[in-house]
């Protein structure tokens, strides 16, 4: 299979703001939250598990993230 390469992508990190919020963040299965933030190869036919956890630290980190920008944080 030959995978088209992707455009250089800004590496993600964790803001400053969320960074009190870390250790509330579940479902990473004891990975750096960072890693699966910045995990854009995995998905559910090369890695199920690792693609799932993904999924779920993303959507905690986007409500977080929309919290914020509302002022609820």
Do not use: F
Not at 8 to 32: H, Q
Request: glycine content about 6%; charged content about 30%.
């Amino acid at each position: 299979m030959i995978r088209k390469s992707h455009p250089a992508r800004l590496e993600w990190a964790m803001p400053e703001y969320l960074e009190k919020y870390r250790d509330l963040i579940g479902n990473t299965g004891g990975n750096p939250i960072e890693d699966l933030m910045n995990d854009h190869e995995s998905d559910i036919r090369t890695n199920a598990v690792r693609a799932l956890l993904c999924v779920a630290v993303k959507s905690q980190l986007s409500l977080l993230e929309r919290l914020h920008e509302r002022g609820h944080l």
